[in-house]
Structure formats: C-alpha cells, structure tokens
C-alpha cells in the first residue's frame, strides 16, 4: 500500500501510494489548483472499475482506496505493531536528516508525489536549507487539501502549492522558482513509504523516468521497502485487529456510496499474502460466493472463490533497486537502512541541468 495518498500505495497509485500523517501548516499558495469536480473523480472511478470487472483476472487500481474513509484506515494502520514500514522510515528520516540535507542541498521546490506523511515531510524540511515551496501532487484533492491545511500552522513562512493529479500520469508543475539571478530552485522529489511498490515492474520504471525529467538537475527521496522473511511480510498485510482487511474491503463500500454499485463486502474476504517469485505482497477481495454486482447499468459475475486484485507491493533488494534508478536515468547515491535491514531510503541524482 502506499504508500497514497504514500506506505503501501502509489498512485495517489495511489498508489497506490503512504499515508500516516499528523502535522503543522503552511502557507496554501493563491491560485493553487482547485480539486477536481467530485463528478471527475467518481468518473474516473467508474470507468476504471468497469474496465477491471470486465477483465480477467479481475483487478482495479489501489489509488481508490483513498477517499476520506480508505485514507482514515490507512492512518490506523501505520500505528499497528506488525504494520513495519511507517515507523522504520520515520527512524531513518529522523536519525539522518543531517545527511539527507547534505545530499539535497539549500534553497530546494519539494515535490511530494502523493499527499503522504505529514511527520515525515515535517522531518525533511526541518532538516532542509531555506525550503522555497512545497508541491504534494495527489489524486484526492480532498484529503490534498487537508493535508495542506494541517502544514499551515507549522510552516507560515512556506509555500505550499497542492496540485490535484494522478502522478502515474503526464502532469504539469509550476513553474520553477527563481533565485535573484541564481537560475531557480532546484526541483527534489518526494516518495516515501515505499509507494514505488505499488508500480508493476514496467510501470516503476516508466514513472522513475518520468520523475527524472522533472526533476531535472535535483534529484529524487525514495523510501523502499526490502526482501525479508516472508512471516513478516505476511503479519503487516494481514494484522490481527483486522484494519487492513477493513481498508480492503472499503473500496467496496466506496464504489457503493459513489457509483451506486451492490456489492456485498460482507461476501467478499480480504485475502493477502507474499509471491516470493515476483517478490510481491498481492492483495485481493476474494469472493466467498456465487455473486452478481452490477455498476453502470451492467452486471458481472463473481464466482466463489474469484477475486478483485486490489494492490501489489513489490519489495526489493538495494542493488535491484539501484540498478532499476541507474536504468530510468538516474545516479544513485547514498542509501540509508535501518539496523534489521526492514526498509531502505535512497537519493538519487537526477540528470542534466535544471529546467
């Protein structure tokens, strides 16, 4: 999931991509992109839905499980015990802020691809020099917009530019910031929790890519989660207090509220575990029954023990993942683990001059 918004999912996939957030507030820059009508979201939504129950294996993106009631679950379950990610990164951040500075550098545009944590944004722009402007790039303008809100306090003397988009897709950002006859700020991206997971292989790379074009002349914060024992990774996905089955099975619930759909989520059981093959935890809601939903005036068939494939995160060693960078353009450069080896931040050097 992300990670978002951004731990375990992207796309905001969003996304997959993680959220966990608590945090202060800063300055919502005038002219800030407005939300997109609530009508677009739930077409969006529709039409993606319908393309994944036509398909098959049936599947649907997991930048839906966020709406205000999916990203709720998604804060509880960065607080579970089993749920590792979260609190590995936020130790990571804290512990090496000094050296994540130094690689990033004074008078910096962040570029946050999902509206993730706001404690671990807040960690990385204490640490930062002069921080010029704050862009979190996020497909719910609602939860966006919140998330703006909460830094206003914290950061008055920042500006803070939320810009509503699927990050998974071509999207304009500002303009770049001048520095007082000094070129402009230089562009650093943002994406923790381990959001890049939620991207099937050829897609990681087509939006690390795309990342290293905007961002040209920066570079890019990457949290990755790693290969581990199996038993962990099941115990995060699959928590005893049943939250995550819980966020699971709230796409349903969404899909019902937003697009007049008739699942059943009480016929539908969450189901996760890890593929070791393709080194990825598969999510899905998995059909205890014979079943009909219906949306947009059609019906599709569930048979028992069919299921709707909600998310994939893929996990990685350090040298998989440099060698992924090193292909979509970017140099790497230092990379922070913690002490069992759980979870890994990157920096990445992004090619060529500024923009």
Same mark, same amino acid.
């Given at each position: 999931?992300?990670?978002?918004?951004?731990?375990?999912?992207?796309?905001?996939?969003?996304?997959?991509?993680?959220?966990?957030?608590?945090?202060?507030?800063?300055?919502?820059?005038?002219?800030?992109?407005?939300?997109?009508?609530?009508?677009?979201?739930?077409?969006?939504?529709?039409?993606?839905?319908?393309?994944?129950?036509?398909?098959?294996?049936?599947?649907?993106?997991?930048?839906?499980?966020?709406?205000?009631?999916?990203?709720?679950?998604?804060?509880?379950?960065?607080?579970?015990?089993?749920?590792?990610?979260?609190?590995?990164? +936020?130790?990571?951040?804290?512990?090496?802020?000094?050296?994540?500075?130094?690689?990033?550098?004074?008078?910096?545009?962040?570029?946050?691809?999902?509206?993730?944590?706001?404690?671990?944004?807040?960690?990385?722009?204490?640490?930062?020099?002069?921080?010029?402007?704050?862009?979190?790039?996020?497909?719910?303008?609602?939860?966006?917009?919140?998330?703006?809100?909460?830094?206003?306090?914290?950061?008055?003397?920042?500006?803070?530019?939320?810009?509503?988009?699927?990050?998974?897709?071509?999207?304009?950002?500002?303009?770049?910031?001048?520095?007082?006859?000094?070129?402009?700020?230089?562009? +650093?991206?943002?994406?923790?929790?381990?959001?890049?997971?939620?991207?099937?292989?050829?897609?990681?790379?087509?939006?690390?890519?795309?990342?290293?074009?905007?961002?040209?002349?920066?570079?890019?914060?990457?949290?990755?989660?790693?290969?581990?024992?199996?038993?962990?990774?099941?115990?995060?996905?699959?928590?005893?207090?049943?939250?995550?089955?819980?966020?699971?099975?709230?796409?349903?619930?969404?899909?019902?509220?937003?697009?007049?759909?008739?699942?059943?989520?009480?016929?539908?059981?969450?189901?996760?575990?890890?593929?070791?093959?393709?080194?990825?935890?598969?999510?899905?809601?998995?059909?205890?029954?014979?079943?009909?939903?219906?949306?947009?005036?059609?019906?599709?068939?569930?048979?028992?023990?069919?299921?709707?494939?909600?998310?994939?995160?893929?996990?990685?060693?350090?040298?998989?993942?440099?060698?992924?960078?090193?292909?979509?353009?970017?140099?790497?450069?230092?990379?922070?683990?913690?002490?069992?080896?759980?979870?890994?931040?990157?920096?990445?050097?992004?090619?060529?001059?500024?923009?």
């Amino acid at each position: 999931m992300r990670s978002g918004p951004s731990d375990r999912s992207a796309s905001g996939i969003g996304a997959a991509t993680e959220r966990d957030r608590p945090q202060r507030h800063a300055h919502v820059a005038r002219g800030a992109h407005a939300p997109l009508p609530q009508d677009a979201q739930r077409s969006q939504f529709a039409t993606e839905l319908l393309a994944g129950l036509a398909r098959r294996p049936r599947s649907v993106s997991p930048k839906f499980f966020y709406d205000a009631t999916g990203s709720a679950l998604f804060d509880r379950i960065c607080e579970l015990p089993e749920y590792y990610p979260t609190r590995t990164e +936020i130790s990571l951040l804290a512990e090496r802020a000094g050296e994540i500075a130094d690689c990033i550098g004074p008078d910096t545009d962040i570029v946050e691809f999902g509206a993730g944590s706001s404690r671990k944004i807040g960690l990385l722009l204490a640490a930062l020099q002069r921080p010029r402007r704050f862009v979190p790039v996020d497909i719910s303008g609602d939860y966006l917009q919140a998330a703006a809100r909460r830094l206003r306090d914290d950061w008055p003397g920042l500006d803070v530019h939320p810009l509503v988009a699927d990050f998974t897709r071509a999207f304009a950002l500002p303009p770049p910031i001048p520095l007082d006859g000094r070129g402009h700020a230089r562009r +650093i991206g943002f994406f923790p929790g381990s959001s890049i997971g939620n991207f099937a292989p050829a897609e990681a790379l087509r939006f690390l890519r795309r990342a290293a074009r905007l961002l040209r002349g920066g570079g890019l914060l990457v949290g990755v989660d790693l290969v581990k024992d199996p038993a962990v990774l099941h115990a995060a996905y699959n928590d005893s207090q049943g939250v995550t089955a819980a966020f699971n099975r709230n796409l349903l619930e969404r899909a019902n509220r937003e697009l007049g759909t008739d699942f059943d989520p009480g016929r539908f059981a969450h189901y996760a575990f890890y593929e070791p093959v393709r080194q990825r935890i598969e999510m899905h809601l998995l059909s205890l029954a014979r079943q009909q939903v219906s949306l947009c005036g059609r019906r599709f068939e569930f048979a028992a023990g069919e299921t709707l494939h909600t998310e994939n995160s893929y996990k990685f060693t350090v040298d998989g993942f440099r060698a992924l960078a090193i292909r979509a353009g970017f140099a790497p450069g230092p990379v922070w683990l913690d002490r069992d080896g759980l979870f890994s931040v990157h920096w990445l050097q992004a090619p060529g001059a500024p923009s």
